[in-house]
C-alpha cells in the first residue's frame, strides 16, 4: 500500500465559498500540488515541522539546504532526528527520515551554505519556506528572490514564506518580491542581540552577564592565544564557567551559572516544538493556498503569542518606497 | 546523555520547576485525530512523563491516515490505531512511558455507559484530550478533583480548542514587570542612602557613577521642596520634574542622567495592587481554603498590603543602571534588605493563617513574593457550549465569522457524536435544519454561516495536516501552561481561521 491523496482531494474537488471567483477546482490543482517545486532553508526546528508538513499536506518535490549538523539541544524539537544521529548533517538526516516515512515524496538535501547556490538553482521553485535561524541568512535570501524578479515574467517571482520563533512567541510573514513588503522592509522591526558597553564590562560589571562577556570577550584571548572559544567544547565551558564565578565573586556579584553562560556567549534562544509546530505549519499552510489557490493568502504578516493566553495579530505591512533591496523596483 | 542539555532550550522558559512538573503529568488521549497527535507529540518531546491511548479496537489505520498522517508508516495499514500511534509516538522520546487501552464496541458507547467513572482510572491522569465535546466526559470531569479535559479539534480550514479546568491558580505568570522601586514613597534606609551623597560636591567622574535612581530620588525630594511637599501629578510637573534633573546635568555624556530622564515616567506608573489582584483578593471571599497553599499566600499578601499602606512586598529587584560596581551594589543592597525585612513580615502573616501547618519552603514564599503583583486567577464554567442559552448570552444576535465556525463545529459535533460520522455536502440542508431548530429563531442564520458551514462540509471530515498541526501546536503550549503552571493559559476557549489566519478567544461563563 503506498500513500495516497485521499484526505486532501476533496479540499481540491470543490470550490470553497471564500475561494478566489476565478479558481477552478480539479485535477489540475492536484497535479499543480504534486509536481510544484518547493524549498526549504533550515532543517532546525522549523525546519523538520516543515518537512513532515509539507510530505502530509501532498507536496512531492521538495529540496531542503542547512549548514548545521545534529546536537544533543536540538532533539527536544527537531523530531527527525534521534541519539544515534547526532553529529550527522541535519539536512541529510531529516530528509532520510521524510521519505522512509512518506514514499513517494522526493527530498534533495543540501549540507551547507544558502550561498553556495546560484540564482539559476533558486530559479526553479515556487515557493521557498524559511526557518532560518539567522537574520543574514533571510536577509541573502530575500535579496536574492528579489533580484531574480523580471517584471515580463511572472514565473519569476517566487513566494518567500518566513518563519520566526522565540519561546512561546512567533511570527510568519509572506512576502511576495515586489509586490508586498519584502524582509529588508520589515528589518526595523526586527530586535538585534543585546550588547553591553565596553566600560561596563571591563570596569563597572553589575550584572552576572557582564562577568561573563568580559572572560569571553578579553580573558579568553589573553590566555589562549591562537585557540578560538568553543562553546560546544565541554572543557572550554568549563573554563569559562569557572573564570566568570571569580570574577563575579570579586565584585559581589551572583546568579553565575553554567547555562547562563552558555546562554550569553552562544546566544541561545528558548526553543520549544509547539511553538515551531504552529508556526511551521502556518508557513505551510499558506503553501498549500499559494500552490493550489484553493484559499486567498495571508496578507502579509502574521504573529503569535502564548505568553498571555492565546494572541494572534494579522495584518498588511506596507513596502517601502526606499527599501535598499526592493525600494522603486 | 544530560537532561540539562538535551532540555536546554526549554527549561529557559519554565525551569527545573517546571520540568518536573511536566516529567510527572500523565495524560489520556481518548480517540486520536490528527490534531490531537500533533499536540501530544509537542509534550512527548520536551519529556511528558506518561501518555496513555483509548481507543476503541474496531479503530485501524485506513487509506485515509497513510495520506495525511506523519505518525504511521505504509506497513501498519489496517493495525490497530491505538498501538500503532502509542508506539510511534514513543520512539520521539524514550523518557516518555505510555499505555495502550482499547475498548470493545464504539468509543461513544464507551464514553456514553452509566459506569464510565468505573471503566477508566480517569482520576489517576492529570488530563484527558479529546476531539470532541462528550457531554459524558465533561460530567466525568466535574467529579474529579484533579483531572482536566482539554478538546482540540480541526476541519477544513478551521480549528477550535477548549480548556476545562475548575480553576486557574498561578504564580509565575512570567509578566512583563513593571519593577516597584518605591521612588515615590521611599522607605528610612532608601532616603538616609540618598541624603548621604551630595550631587554638588562630586567631582565630574564621580558625578557620572551616580546610579538613576538616586538621581531621580533626590530631584524628586526636591520637587517636593519647591512645590510644598506635593508629588509631581500633571503632565506638565512632570515637566518641572525632568527640568531639575536635567539642570543637574554637568556633562552631555553623562549616561546615568540620560537613563534618569528616559526612565522619568516609569516612577508615576502606579506601584500598589493592580486592578487584577485586587481581583484575586475579592475572590477571597467566597474562594478561600485553608489547606490551599495558595489562597493561604494570597490571603498573607492581602493581610500584608493591608498593614503596609497598600504597599505590595518589595521583590528586591533593581534595573542595572550605569555606575560603578560598588555604587551599584550598595543600592542593591539597600533594596535587598527592604525586601528581607518585607518577607519576615509576610511569613509572620501566613504562620498566622496556616492553622493546619501545611509546610511551605522558604523558596516558595520567596517565588510567591517576587511574583505577588502578577498573580493569575480565574475560574472555569463547566458548561456546555451547545446550549443556546449560553450562546446566546455570549454572542448576541448578529452571527460573525468566528461565532460562524463556533457554530457549525457545534452542529457537526452534534451530528458527529449522534451518527458517529461526520456530515459532508450532501448534508448541508440538514446541518441547516438542525441549526435553525437549535438556534430556535433567537438568532438569525446569516449567510456568512452558510459559507463556513460549507467549507467545512466539503471536506468530508479529512482533517488538514497543517491546520491539525497548528490546532496541536496551540493546545499543546496550553497544556505546558497548564502543566508547568507558568506564563498564563487560554481562559477557555478558542477559534482559530486559517483562511485569514486569525483568531478569538471566548470565556464560556
Redesign the interface.
Known amino acids: 500500500?503506498?500513500?495516497?491523496?485521499?484526505?486532501?482531494r476533496?479540499?481540491l474537488r470543490?470550490k470553497?465559498?471564500?475561494a478566489d471567483e476565478e479558481y477552478e477546482p480539479g485535477e489540475e490543482v492536484l497535479y499543480a500540488l504534486t509536481t510544484s517545486k518547493i524549498l526549504v532553508l533550515g532543517a532546525g526546528g522549523l525546519g523538520c515541522?516543515i518537512l513532515?508538513?509539507l510530505?502530509?499536506?501532498g507536496f512531492k518535490e521538495i529540496h531542503v539546504i542547512d549548514m548545521d549538523t545534529i546536537d544533543?539541544?536540538n532533539?527536544?524539537?527537531q523530531?527527525l532526528f534521534r541519539?544515534q544521529d547526532i553529529g550527522r548533517p541535519k539536512a541529510e538526516v531529516a530528509a532520510e527520515y521524510v521519505m522512509?516515512?512518506?514514499?513517494g515524496v522526493n527530498i534533495i538535501p543540501y549540507y551547507g551554505k544558502l550561498q553556495d547556490k546560484d540564482e539559476a538553482y533558486y530559479a526553479q521553485f515556487q515557493v521557498v519556506i524559511s526557518g532560518l535561524d539567522s537574520i543574514e541568512a533571510r536577509r541573502w535570501i530575500n535579496n536574492t528572490l528579489v533580484n531574480l524578479v523580471d517584471p515580463e515574467d511572472a514565473s519569476s517571482v517566487k513566494f518567500l514564506i518566513d518563519g520566526g520563533t522565540e519561546?512561546?512567541r512567533g511570527q510568519?510573514k509572506v512576502i511576495i518580491p515586489t509586490f508586498t513588503a519584502c524582509y529588508e522592509c520589515s528589518l526595523d522591526t526586527i530586535s538585534g542581540q543585546t550588547t553591553y558597553p565596553m566600560c561596563?564590562i571591563t570596569?563597572?560589571?553589575?550584572?552576572p552577564e557582564h562577568c561573563i562577556e568580559y572572560v569571553s570577550t578579553i580573558e579568553w584571548p589573553q590566555s589562549h592565544k591562537d585557540q578560538k572559544l568553543d562553546m560546544d567544547d565541554p572543557e572550554h565551558v568549563t573554563w569559562l564557567h569557572e573564570r566568570s564565578l571569580a570574577r563575579a565573586k570579586e565584585?559581589?556579584?551572583e546568579g553565575i551559572t553554567r547555562?547562563l553562560c552558555?546562554?550569553v556567549v552562544k546566544n541561545?534562544?528558548?526553543?520549544?516544538?509547539?511553538?515551531?509546530?504552529?508556526?511551521?505549519?502556518?508557513c505551510?499552510?499558506?503553501a498549500?493556498?499559494i500552490v493550489t489557490s484553493s484559499?486567498?493568502i495571508?496578507e502579509n504578516f502574521?504573529m503569535y503569542s502564548?505568553?498571555?493566553?492565546?494572541?494572534?495579530y494579522?495584518f498588511a505591512y506596507e513596502r517601502k518606497d526606499d527599501c535598499p533591496v526592493c525600494g522603486g523596483l | 546523555?544530560?537532561k540539562?542539555?538535551?532540555?536546554?532550550?526549554?527549561?529557559?522558559?519554565w525551569q527545573s520547576s517546571g520540568q518536573s512538573n511536566l516529567e510527572h503529568s500523565r495524560i489520556v488521549l481518548v480517540s486520536p485525530n490528527l490534531a490531537s497527535l500533533?499536540l501530544m507529540?509537542?509534550?512527548i518531546?520536551?519529556?511528558l512523563g506518561h501518555f496513555t491511548i483509548l481507543d476503541s479496537e474496531e479503530n485501524v489505520i485506513t487509506?485515509?491516515d497513510?495520506?495525511?498522517?506523519?505518525y504511521i508508516?505504509?506497513?501498519q495499514?489496517g493495525l490497530s490505531k491505538a498501538e500503532v500511534f502509542a508506539s510511534n509516538l514513543n520512539e520521539?522520546?524514550l523518557d516518555s512511558t505510555h499505555e495502550v487501552v482499547k475498548i470493545e464496541g464504539t468509543v461513544q458507547d464507551f464514553l456514553a455507559s452509566d459506569d464510565l467513572s468505573d471503566k477508566f482510572p480517569w482520576n489517576s491522569y492529570d488530563f484527558i484530550v479529546a476531539n470532541w465535546q462528550f457531554p459524558s466526559l465533561i460530567d466525568l470531569v466535574q467529579g474529579l478533583s484533579n483531572t482536566s479535559l482539554i478538546v482540540v479539534n480541526s476541519l477544513?480550514?478551521f480549528g477550535t480548542?477548549r480548556i476545562f479546568q475548575k480553576s486557574y491558580k498561578f504564580i509565575e505568570?512570567?509578566?512583563e514587570k513593571m519593577l516597584d522601586l518605591r521612588l515615590l514613597n521611599p522607605w528610612k534606609e532608601l532616603t538616609d542612602y540618598s541624603d548621604s551623597i551630595d550631587l554638588e560636591a562630586l567631582d565630574l567622574q564621580e558625578h557620572s557613577?551616580i546610579p538613576f535612581l538616586i538621581i531621580q530620588l533626590k530631584a524628586m525630594e526636591e520637587y517636593k521642596r519647591q512645590h510644598g511637599g506635593e508629588l509631581p501629578k500633571a503632565y506638565s510637573d512632570r515637566k518641572v520634574y525632568k527640568a531639575i534633573i536635567q539642570g543637574w546635568k554637568k556633562s552631555y555624556d553623562e549616561l546615568n542622567f540620560d537613563e534618569a530622564l528616559t526612565n522619568s515616567n516609569k516612577i508615576f506608573n502606579p506601584q500598589k495592587v493592580p486592578e487584577d489582584l485586587q481581583k484575586i483578593f475579592d475572590s477571597l471571599e467566597g474562594d478561600f481554603d485553608a489547606k490551599d497553599k495558595y489562597w493561604l499566600l494570597v490571603k498573607a499578601l492581602k493581610i500584608f498590603v493591608d498593614s503596609n499602606d497598600g504597599n505590595l512586598p518589595l521583590t528586591g529587584e533593581i534595573p542595572?543602571?550605569?555606575?560603578?560596581?560598588e555604587n551599584?551594589?550598595t543600592l542593591k543592597g539597600i533594596y535587598k534588605d527592604k525586601f528581607s525585612k518585607d518577607l519576615t513580615n509576610f511569613e509572620g502573616h501566613l504562620q498566622e493563617l496556616n492553622v493546619n501547618e501545611i509546610k511551605f519552603t522558604t523558596d516558595e514564599i520567596v517565588k510567591f513574593i517576587k511574583n505577588s503583583k502578577y498573580l493569575y486567577y480565574s475560574k472555569l464554567s463547566s458548561k456546555l457550549i451547545n446550549n443556546v442559552d449560553l450562546f446566546i448570552e455570549d454572542f448576541g444576535s448578529e452571527l460573525s465569522e468566528f461565532q460562524s465556525i463556533i457554530l457549525s463545529f457545534i452542529m457537526i459535533e452534534n451530528y458527529y457524536l449522534q451518527f458517529n460520522t461526520i456530515p459532508s455536502?450532501t448534508d448541508i440542508n440538514a446541518l441547516l435544519n438542525i441549526t435553525k431548530l437549535f438556534l430556535n429563531n433567537k438568532i438569525q442564520i446569516t449567510e456568512t454561516y452558510?459559507?463556513v458551514l460549507?467549507?467545512i462540509l466539503?471536506?468530508?471530515g479529512?482533517?488538514?495536516?497543517?491546520?491539525s498541526?497548528?490546532m496541536?501546536?496551540?493546545g499543546?503550549?496550553?497544556l505546558?501552561?497548564l502543566i508547568t503552571l507558568q506564563?498564563?493559559?487560554?481562559?477557555d476557549f478558542?477559534v482559530?481561521d486559517?483562511?485569514?489566519?486569525?483568531?478569538e478567544?471566548y470565556k464560556i461563563k
Do not use: W
Open positions: 500500500m503506498t500513500r495516497t491523496n485521499i484526505a486532501i476533496p479540499y470543490t470553497g465559498k471564500f515541522e513532515k508538513n510530505a502530509s499536506s544533543l539541544s532533539l527536544n524539537r523530531f541519539t522512509k516515512r512518506f514514499k519561546g512561546f510568519t561596563t570596569n563597572n560589571p553589575r550584572l565584585f559581589g556579584i547555562s552558555l546562554g541561545i534562544i528558548p526553543a520549544i516544538a509547539s511553538t515551531n509546530a504552529i508556526i511551521a505549519a502556518s505551510c499552510n499558506e498549500f493556498k484559499n486567498p495571508l502574521m502564548g505568553n498571555d493566553s492565546v494572541f494572534t494579522t | 546523555m544530560s540539562e542539555e538535551k532540555y536546554d532550550r526549554q527549561l529557559r522558559l500533533e507529540k509537542n509534550l518531546l520536551p519529556g487509506e485515509e497513510l495520506s495525511n498522517n506523519f508508516t505504509e506497513d495499514l520521539l522520546n477544513s480550514f480548542l505568570t512570567h509578566s557613577q542595572d543602571m550605569d555606575s560603578t560596581t551599584y551594589m455536502l452558510e459559507k460549507y467549507e466539503r471536506v468530508e479529512k482533517e488538514l495536516a497543517n491546520i498541526s497548528i496541536g501546536g496551540i499543546a503550549q496550553e505546558l501552561k506564563y498564563k493559559p487560554l481562559d478558542l482559530f486559517g483562511i485569514r489566519s486569525v483568531s478567544r
